[in-house]
């Protein structure tokens, strides 16, 4: 979870008494919407004409389907006089993704923007995103199980973590008290991992039904609170730890003057179980690795990505990405600008080469990254908080240079995302208060 402060934000699409719902569409909006919707209204050849060479590739639907959804898309677009558009998110009236809403009929979602060429070859055309469960009050940390072939997901406020199973797409509560957990993953032996806000510490549930506290502190010193974990082939854990727990809402604040509790006034053992023992904020924002010895060593620190957030290795386990996301409960300094940072992994696993992979800026819009995951190819999913900037929440999709290559336009915040699926090809984004997904035409890489 990150911070909102810090990402200003401009008011979009307000309604204006008189206008109709086609200027609407026209004013205060985006560069990029604008040319979203040309592109809607009067690129229907070029659609036809992706649609007819997408026919003829393996990802498509037989016996020309493709035409027929491009034929679809035209007819209505060309025989309008007016402008003519799919329901979107930025749409007035917006698309309705529940399970009520009418079905996607256009080929290739219109919530999935392809800003490189590249990305067509990724996204998958006759597949629409679905929103799977609502409901809940901040959504994050989805990890898939491929064993038990579910996904599970943090419902961080509500003090539980859910889970949605394939096979009959039902959810139901996975886990309750979770300690306010924020991330999941499974390691390589598909056991999950879990980052507690609560407590302040990351847990392993083993396979017997035990569970093992793998960090609390590091040289005497208690954890802020974990916020996401990666599993890496030699038996190690990385995980971050910025400070987004000390609060009431997804935690506990700290006690009586500690940085995220300065005035005394909050009572962090309210609503506790007898016992609780609340902790105290005494460590900067940094990043450790749990060795398969148990000790805990420092890998990042505050100084060199401030408030890290997400974090997640390159296909080959030579690189690794931490979004620095906005100021948290407790922060003395400004804390993060909403970006992405890379490390070289080397052979002993010591970082070097620390560099800035994006300023997430899109269209002037600051798409605020949250989780993070790659796919095979090394390309970079990263969750999008864009504040009230309406359209640029969701997922931005980078190539391993650092370019853009797309997008997925969500109606809520973005947290956090994990490939999933039997085949690890269906992209799952926790958003806000809801469960999405798409499928793709690439994997995960890495377990959970």
């Not at 007035?92 to 809403?101: A, E, H, V």
């Not at 879990?194 to 302040?200: D, F, I, Q, V």
Request: charge should be neutral.
């Amino acid at each position: 979870m990150r911070s909102l402060s810090g990402f200003k934000s401009t008011p979009r699409n307000r309604t204006r008494t008189g206008l109709t719902s086609a200027s609407l569409g026209r004013i205060n909006r985006p560069a990029e919407h604008n040319r979203e919707d040309t592109m809607t209204r009067q690129e229907a050849p070029e659609q036809e004409q992706r649609a007819q060479n997408a026919a003829l590739s393996r990802r498509t639907l037989v016996g020309g389907l493709a035409l027929g959804a491009a034929a679809t898309l035209a007819g209505p677009a060309l025989a309008q006089t007016g402008p003519a558009a799919p329901p979107t998110t930025i749409t007035t009236p917006p698309r309705d993704f529940g399970p009520g809403g009418a079905p996607t009929t256009y080929f290739w979602d219109p919530d999935i923007i392809a800003v490189d060429p590249s990305f067509n070859d990724l996204a998958q055309p006759n597949t629409a995103i679905k929103r799977l469960y609502t409901g809940l009050l901040w959504a994050e940390g989805p990890a898939w199980s491929a064993q038990g072939r579910y996904l599970l997901w943090s419902d961080i406020p509500n003090n539980r973590q859910m889970r949605w199973t394939e096979d009959d797409g039902r959810v139901s509560v996975f886990r309750s008290p979770s300690n306010n957990s924020n991330g999941n993953s499974f390691d390589f032996q598909g056991r999950q991992l879990s980052c507690e806000h609560l407590t302040r510490r990351v847990t392993r549930y083993e396979h017997d039904g035990t569970a093992t506290v793998l960090a609390e502190s590091y040289q005497g010193k208690k954890l802020n609170s974990p916020n996401d974990i990666a599993a890496h082939p030699d038996g190690s854990y990385w995980f971050t730890d910025p400070p987004y727990g000390g609060q009431l809402y997804e935690g506990e604040p700290d006690v009586a003057g500690g940085p995220s509790n300065a005035g005394g006034k909050l009572n962090p053992r309210i609503g506790q179980p007898a016992g609780f023992v609340p902790g105290k904020r005494e460590l900067p924002t940094n990043c450790y690795r749990i060795d398969p010895s148990g000790r805990i060593d420092l890998v990042v620190t505050e100084d060199q990505v401030p408030d890290p957030n997400g974090l997640c290795f390159s296909p080959d386990y030579k690189k690794l990405y931490i979004a620095s996301t906005g100021k948290g409960p407790g922060d003395t300094g400004a804390g993060g600008k909403g970006e992405i940072f890379v490390f070289d992994v080397g052979t002993d696993n010591k970082l070097s080469n620390l560099k800035r992979f994006s300023d997430c800026v899109i269209d002037g819009v600051k798409c605020g990254p949250d989780g993070l995951r790659c796919d095979v190819n090394g390309n970079l999913w990263a969750s999008s908080n864009a504040g009230r900037a309406v359209g640029y929440s969701g997922v931005t999709v980078w190539s391993p240079e650092g370019k853009l290559l797309g997008r997925i336009r969500l109606p809520e915040v973005c947290g956090n995302v994990c490939f999933g699926g039997p085949k690890r090809n269906r992209l799952f984004m926790a958003a806000s208060q809801s469960l999405y997904a798409v499928y793709t035409a690439t994997q995960g890489a890495g377990p959970g």
